[in-house]
């Protein structure tokens, strides 16, 4: 049987930034950052129709887990995708994705040769 190392610590990070992903608000709310580039929060409450409050406790939840970039200009924030951060994201899932369908694939084998 092959095993693998988990690094806990890290396995726990990685589910908060699943979890932070797998928010309907947050997902219409990095959609919305895809298409439009930088934007502050303003348009990103206005644009979804949600209460100012709201997207704010939304965005702190991206940006904790980077997420979203921020970048200050006077007194408007304005937020970014982290691209780099989205993309290890999708690496890691689909390494994920490869060993359980790779783990199936030895199972099916197994069971068949049995």
Same mark, same amino acid.
């Not at 007194?75 to 994201?89: C, Q």
């Given at each position: ?20 992903? $797998? @928010? ?13 580039? =930088? ?6 409450? $206005? ?7 709201? =997207?704010?406790? @939304? ?31 999708? $690496? ?23």
């Amino acid at each position: 049987m092959n095993y693998f190392e988990i690094d806990y610590k890290k396995a726990m990070e990685s589910a908060e930034i699943l979890r932070a992903l $797998s @928010h309907p608000l947050r997902l219409s709310i990095i959609r919305l950052l895809d298409e439009e580039g =930088t934007i502050n929060v303003n348009k990103i409450y $206005s644009s979804l129709n949600l209460e100012q409050s709201i =997207t704010s406790q @939304h965005l702190k939840i991206l940006r904790d887990n980077e997420i979203v970039l921020t970048e200050r200009k006077g007194k408007l924030i304005f937020y970014t995708l982290n691209y780099k951060r989205l993309s290890a994201v999708a $690496s890691s899932t689909l390494f994920f994705d490869e060993l359980t369908r790779e783990r199936s694939k030895r199972k099916k084998k197994q069971q068949v040769a049995a």
